[in-house]
């Protein structure tokens, strides 16, 4: 029950904007010195000020964190000269507390660092840094909700790479790897920044269009695929593409049924003869509305 309401605590904390964090820091800690002042120096409240301090270091930055801290310390001091006769000690406790909690920073900053990383290696392709099958599903359950919400369409791209094996079993897997990679950077760097590229394995990959309608996504997309197809001919590599693409009007009714619609649109292409470019429509009536 208490990890429950913990965890609960903390995806709240999460989904608060960065100001929010920075208000709720500054009001907890000015409310805790306040108190502090107020009470007689033996009753301990050090570890209470950890709980301002860590929001801060963790949510907004280090700097903010040990800003906080600065402000502590004054109180410290100004504690143990009310409370406290010698004035030495005063200064040895207020200087202790600092050190302690500029060190606590210093490990809790390098925690979120290391935390923020491997969760972003978590949701990349080890191979070509694209966005995986998690973090695909993850943002077009996102995008969906906005289609849902704003009305705005969105358009899904399903491209696979024709013949590709030929090119691992004629030139090696390492030209393979190369080849992905190169892929992956041409659309990453030929796309909006808003525009989403995931590798799904293998050589199948799929783009994420906000915003974007049918009609634009097909000159978008057979753009890329000239693009990407003329780098391929530059490095003799034998490949071409198939790219099946859906423009939602109207949410499905699920992720799967999305990625599905797309799949399938892939392979209509492969079957024509591959090396093309279709789009299809999801919601036929707000399509023609807007059209």
């Excluded at 200064?91 to 302690?100: D, H, Y």
């Excluded at 001919?233 to 992720?255: C, D, I, K, M, R």
Aim: charged share 20%; aromatic share 8%.
């Amino acid at each position: 029950m208490i990890n429950r309401l913990i965890s609960t605590a903390l995806r709240a904390l999460e989904r608060l904007p960065l100001p929010a964090h920075m208000i709720i820091s500054a009001v907890g800690l000015a409310a805790l010195m306040i108190f502090d002042l107020a009470t007689d120096a033996s009753l301990a409240l050090t570890m209470l000020y950890l709980v301002p301090v860590t929001l801060s270091s963790w949510y907004v930055s280090a700097r903010s964190g040990q800003i906080l801290v600065a402000f502590s310390s004054i109180v410290w001091l100004a504690d143990g000269l009310l409370f406290q006769v010698s004035v030495p000690i005063a200064f040895w406790n207020a200087g202790i507390r600092l050190i302690f909690f500029l060190i606590f920073i210093a490990l809790l900053t390098n925690l979120r660092d290391s935390y923020h990383r491997e969760h972003a290696l978590a949701r990349r392709d080890p191979l070509t840094g694209a966005f995986n099958r998690r973090a695909f599903h993850d943002q077009l359950e996102y995008e969906l909700a906005r289609v849902r919400r704003i009305a705005l369409p969105l358009t899904l791209a399903y491209i696979d790479l024709d013949n590709f094996k030929a090119i691992n079993d004629l030139l090696g897997h390492s030209v393979g790897d190369e080849l992905l990679i190169r892929i992956t950077e041409l659309m990453c760097e030929n796309l909006r920044t808003i525009d989403q590229v995931a590798r799904l394995g293998g050589d199948e990959f799929v783009i994420l269009m906000p915003g974007t309608d049918s009609h634009a996504a097909e000159i978008a997309l057979s753009r890329l695929k000239d693009l990407l197809q003329g780098a391929m001919q530059a490095n003799h590599w034998p490949v071409t593409l198939s790219v099946g693409a859906v423009s939602f009007y109207e949410v499905p009714t699920s992720l799967d049924q999305a990625i599905s619609l797309a799949d399938h649109t892939m392979y209509a292409v492969k079957q024509r003869g591959k090396d093309d470019v279709q789009v299809i429509v999801w919601g036929q009536e707000k399509a023609r509305a807007q059209g």
